[in-house]
């Protein structure tokens, strides 16, 4: 993993590869972007022609956008990467546009060793944003690479996020955040991106208990004979199709001044084949990423261990896998949850669900003050929200809302979904107490409205169905590289913060 370091030193003194500096977007080219001390003594080192020589080269200030210019002879940094940040905003750059600059930055500057970030950040905030944005720009995957494959570019392996405030505490404190955080992305990466064969729900659960003794986390894992004796009939159907069995897998962090309980849920359906119910043809081929729910549950629960947060949170892995057999779940079958509530099974590759009611209801049991599950649920919701938003319901307004906020504090787009109460009729079925699928319009509102049905009464709850922005298949962006993104992490980690602050009451 790449390694973090503040640095109050002049930016033209850091011995880097290159040394990032911030332009906006002026009215007649780039201007080199307000409030770093840094970027300024670039400038000045450049006789203030700094912007002048960027619009020679093209540069305009809009966002994303990279420059580079070498540097004078004499600095210990050979070369100047400008990256653009848009129009300059009157009350100072948000965290978000910070994070997905020094983002962008750190991908453009794959192959290189080390590089000092001299964006314009004020206070902790600023801080902890360019030093996220860069961590987490500066990530690859190369697990599955071959032996004599021809290795592509590495990511930086240091960056240095130069801070006029670098020796303060509570600037170090925000950076070793930022640290861990990315780390924790990473690893929820590392398992979406993981192929389906070398991730079956045992593998993961295993992954899980070789990871608890570091952390100092609890973990149970629930095999297919406790799963059968247990009564989980929503994770046993799913599963009893592969021939890779399931499992349910707890981890628990505690901390001794915990006032409250989080309680998460992620869905962990290591592969998608849509059982009987199979996908159509085009709709297979990423479906290794149905387990990012579960996922980024995992990571939340180790982040919160490892910034020690004065809260208690319990993560419950529903890890499946849905393929088509002899033994698979057919439409029509009906199975008995672990709730004890009958659900008709009308459409297979509405698997997701299943797990998750299994998985919420015994979470319910040990009487969370809030619970949160997190899916790739729904086509619906990408139809609904597209491929960067993911989408927040859940009974309780307030917390809904909260969720909701939460997530655009970290800059993970969001938006509340609602409920409607009609479409529950949809979910009715003649021989069960339930069917796994209602309407087809509205389906992400319905799955929602089935999920509710096994969370116990007085439980807060919200649901994230993140099936558009867990997975990117397009071309990298800011700081989020292509396939498994690891989102909804730093919204659940902020989400237990604010509950460790008493914000849930």
Not at 294 to 320: D, E, I
Not at 479 to 487: E, I, L
Request: hydrophobic fraction near 45%; proline fraction near 6%; charged fraction near 20%.
């Amino acid at each position: 993993m790449t390694a973090l370091t503040l640095s109050n030193l002049p930016a033209t003194t850091v011995p880097a590869d290159a040394v990032v500096i911030g332009v906006t977007k002026g009215e007649s080219g780039p201007v080199l972007a307000a409030g770093s001390p840094a970027a300024a003594a670039v400038d000045e080192a450049f006789g203030g022609t700094l912007a002048a020589t960027l619009a020679t080269l093209g540069a305009k200030g809009g966002e994303d956008e990279i420059t580079r210019v070498p540097a004078p002879a004499g600095w210990a940094v050979p070369l100047i990467v400008a990256v653009g940040l848009g129009t300059a905003p009157a009350d100072g750059f948000a965290p978000e546009a910070l994070r997905r600059a020094a983002g962008t930055a750190a991908r453009t500057l794959n192959g290189s060793d080390h590089a000092s970030f001299a964006l314009p950040a004020a206070g902790t905030d600023g801080i902890a944003a360019v030093a996220e944005g860069a961590l987490l720009g500066a990530y690859a995957f190369t697990a599955f690479r071959g032996a004599n494959a021809t290795p592509g570019p590495a990511p930086l392996a240091r960056i240095t996020v130069l801070d006029a405030d670098a020796g303060d505490e509570e600037h170090a404190t925000a950076g070793e955040r930022a640290l861990v955080l990315a780390e924790e992305v990473a690893r929820a990466r590392d398992l979406i991106n993981t192929p389906p064969n070398a991730l079956s729900p045992a593998d993961f659960a295993a992954v899980v208990e070789a990871a608890a003794p570091e952390y100092g986390v609890t973990v149970e894992v629930l095999d297919e004979e406790a799963l059968v004796a247990g009564g989980y009939g929503g994770i046993m159907g799913v599963g009893q199709g592969s021939a890779t069995p399931p499992r349910l897998v707890r981890i628990g962090y505690t901390h001794p001044d915990a006032a409250a309980t989080l309680a998460l849920v992620g869905k962990g359906i290591t592969y998608d084949s849509g059982g009987l119910s199979l996908k159509p043809v085009g709709h297979n081929e990423t479906m290794k990423c149905d387990m990012s729910g579960a996922a980024a549950v995992f990571s939340t629960v180790v982040s919160a261990a490892r910034l020690g947060l004065r809260v208690n949170v319990t993560g419950w892995l529903a890890l499946a896998e849905n393929m088509p057999s002899g033994s698979s779940v057919r439409p029509g079958d009906v199975l008995t949850m672990y709730s004890g509530k009958t659900v008709e099974v009308l459409n297979t590759d509405a698997e997701g669900r299943l797990v998750l009611a299994d998985a919420i209801t015994r979470a319910c049991e040990e009487s969370p003050d809030a619970l949160v599950d997190v899916a790739t649920l729904t086509g619906a919701m990408v139809l609904a929200l597209g491929k960067r938003t993911f989408g927040v319901l859940g009974a309780d307004e307030d917390f809904r809302q909260l969720v909701h906020e939460t997530a655009e504090q970290v800059g993970e787009p969001s938006w509340p979904m609602p409920m409607p109460g009609e479409l529950a009729e949809g979910l009715k079925s003649s021989v069960a107490d339930l069917s796994n699928v209602g309407e087809r319009m509205g389906g992400g509102l319905s799955a929602a409205l089935f999920l509710k049905e096994f969370v116990a009464d007085g439980t807060r709850w919200a649901h994230l169905d993140i099936a558009g922005p867990a997975f990117n298949e397009g071309a990298a962006f800011g700081y989020t590289p292509k396939g498994g993104t690891g989102s909804a992490v730093r919204t659940l980690v902020r989400l237990a913060e604010r509950v460790a602050d008493g914000e849930l009451a």
